[in-house]
């Protein structure tokens, strides 16, 4: 293996997204799910993203998984780490944000790392230290209500302070837009300070591009897929191993569709293929034991649809049963479990949570990635015999149609 980046991403589809982002920049990329085994090997590649489940879990299972995660990188020869979290900034006072990065950076020697979550291409975007989710902030957006991470606070600056020890400072846009050695500068300087880390301000791709130009001395660098894209685009540098917009031939056969996202894009998704596919919608208030036994009956009855089969949990905040999710996961893990002894091949999965509990009961570790179904939700293949091509989709990602398209995509 000859990877130049490796990355640590809190949560399977956020290691999809940036993924995806390192494998346009030209890199050979490869994803692993969970901390990897000693023994753990992969295909010769450029880039390796280790996706956790991290971003909600107790901040000290977050901080083992990663020191896992990070230990086998360094083992591989990959001296260069890439913190990857939501362009939402999704975490709490007490981490998992802060704390994972503490262990990255005490691991590189206490060198400063910038922080930056901008996804231009998304409507994320930071000025003087604020995140701004389309022309709004953070803090009234949706995720303001979010049920696990709730974002009160636009501030990152703040935000961040309060789950490290180590002092957090802004590098405004300003600097940002006077260059590289502006902001190399910056660094230098809030170093001499003592500061740990820099929250830098992008408003645009250049921007990432700069900060990317900037940092490229430093052991570790922590953002969105954004920022893991002006990366990978300099890592790559004119020597690109693939063509990013190259198409591959996904297994035939029959496709299931999960999905346990309650955004707004996801359930826009799930109203447009429910026309097309038979559905089936999980009901938190049913026993757990029935509500798993009802499903895998309905999938047996329908499987093998010509357009494919939705079995989905999401649903507008006046319908959602608190303390549910966890059940859903888990009936949806076991549908999915199901499908694949029945013979399904393509997996299409819409939100986090439920992605990785859907790819923990296929037993999938690692994945080549493919050509994206939409930005940021790209194809991953197995290179195991059984050859399933699955979609993990971040609840916001994809275009209305994406479900429907992913159903029929060959």
């Not at 980046?5 to 997204?17: E, N, P, Q, R, S």
């Not at 896992?68 to 990857?84: E, H, M, N, S």
């Not at 691991?107 to 000025?127: D, K, N």
């Not at 400072?169 to 300070?193: C, S």
Request: include cysteine; charged fraction near 20%.
């Amino acid at each position: 293996m000859s990877a130049v980046l490796g990355c640590v991403a809190d949560d399977y589809t956020g290691g999809t997204d940036v993924a995806a982002a390192l494998r346009r920049s030209g890199l050979r990329t490869v994803l692993l799910f969970g901390p990897p085994r000693p023994a753990t090997a992969v295909p010769d590649c450029d880039a390796v993203v280790v996706a956790l489940k991290t971003r909600s879990v107790p901040a000290q299972e977050a901080v083992t998984a990663s020191w896992a995660a990070r230990d086998w990188l360094v083992r591989q020869g990959i001296g260069r780490v890439y913190f990857k979290y939501c362009s939402t900034f999704d975490s709490t006072d007490q981490g998992n944000i802060g704390p994972v990065a503490d262990l990255l950076t005490d691991a590189a020697g206490g060198r400063p790392a910038v922080v930056c979550p901008a996804a231009p291409e998304h409507g994320r975007t930071v000025y003087q230290g604020h995140l701004f989710v389309g022309d709004r902030l953070l803090s009234d957006s949706a995720m303001r209500h979010h049920p696990l991470t709730p974002m009160t606070d636009p501030d990152l600056v703040r935000v961040l302070a309060r789950q490290t020890p180590h002092l957090v400072a802004l590098i405004p846009h300003g600097t940002v837009e006077r260059g590289p050695d502006a902001v190399r500068g910056a660094l230098e300087e809030l170093e001499a300070r003592g500061v740990r880390y820099a929250v830098a301000d992008a408003i645009g791709d250049r921007d990432l591009d700069v900060i990317a130009r900037a940092t490229e001395h430093l052991p570790v660098i922590t953002g969105a897929a954004g920022l893991a894209r002006a990366v990978g685009a300099l890592a790559a540098g004119s020597d690109m191993r693939i063509d990013p917009n190259g198409m591959q031939t996904l297994p035939p056969g029959p496709a299931v569709v999960l999905a346990g996202s309650c955004s707004a894009a996801t359930l826009e998704q799930v109203a447009l293929a429910r026309r097309t596919m038979p559905s089936y919608r999980l009901h938190a208030e049913k026993d757990g034991l029935v509500l798993v036994e009802e499903a895998l009956a309905w999938l047996e009855a329908h499987f093998g649809a010509e357009h494919g089969v939705l079995v989905y949990s999401s649903a507008p905040p006046g319908e959602r049963s608190p303390g549910s999710a966890e059940l859903m996961e888990q009936a949806l893990a076991a549908v999915a479990a199901r499908a694949a002894e029945l013979g399904a091949r393509r997996f299409v999965v819409a939100g986090g949570e439920t992605s990785g509990a859907v790819v923990n009961a296929l037993g999938v570790t690692d994945v080549v990635v493919g050509a994206e179904a939409d930005r940021g939700v790209p194809w991953l293949l197995t290179t195991d015999q059984r050859r399933l091509a699955l979609l993990l989709k971040s609840g916001n990602f994809g275009r209305p149609d994406l479900l429907t398209r992913a159903v029929e995509a060959t």
